[in-house]
């Protein structure tokens, strides 16, 4: 038998004990890295069907020159009530929630805008949003609260009903051209 077979095979048993304890460290550290990182808050569970609705919102904190559109969109998703938060700046370029980070949704320059989730209604949820407009970031402390009893149809938001009016402008104008064709042709 050959004399150098045993100290191969513990050589061998040695590196495989060496990567399962490499390995089962690597593990844990992962484990502990995950456990540290900020898990995103479960949004409240709402009664209503998926689909888009109003909801009326009152923001408090900051130095009251930001605000943001009320009532604001409602995002029902499986249940869960997101907010699609629309801002009177265009300096707000993310938002944490129990340190989860939101990012900007605004791509065009205009102002900024951002999905998050609905944590507690009826009652004030902290939030922190990240102001550029001072000529460097600062992350302000801001209260929301969403009325759940305000609940209604997406129609009540200002841009919704902005984008009412225009459609009715556009078939007002379109009607009206047909109608000037016709009176036009039928004069000739």
């Known amino acids: 038998m050959n004399q150098g077979y045993p100290k ?16 089962r460290t690597m593990l844990f550290s992962a484990q502990a890295i995950a ?46 009530a997101y907010a699609r938060l629309l801002w009177s700046s265009i300096y707000y370029d993310y938002m944490l929630i129990d340190g989860v980070r939101y990012e900007n949704l605004t791509t065009d320059g205009g102002n ?13 949820m902290t939030v922190i949003a990240d102001t550029t407009a001072m000529g460097h970031p600062v992350e302000i402390e801001y209260k929301l609260t969403f009325y759940r009893d305000t609940i209604a149809s997406k129609s009540q938001i200002p841009q919704e009903a ?27």
């Open 112 to 124: 900024s805008e951002f999905v998050i989730p609905i944590t507690v209604m009826d009652d004030a």
């Open 8 to 23: 191969r095979l513990f050589m061998a048993a040695l590196m495989i004990i060496c990567s399962l304890c490499v390995s």
């Open 35 to 80: 456990a540290s990182e900020p898990q995103a808050s479960k949004p409240v569970s709402v009664a209503y069907a998926d689909g888009e609705y109003s909801i009326e919102v009152n923001m408090t904190g900051g130095s009251g020159r930001a605000s943001i559109s009320s009532p604001t969109l409602l995002i029902v998703e499986d249940g869960y």
């Open 162 to 188: 902005a984008k009412r009016v225009l459609i009715i402008a556009l078939c007002i104008i379109i009607f009206g051209g047909i109608l000037n064709h016709i009176l036009k042709k039928r004069n000739q």
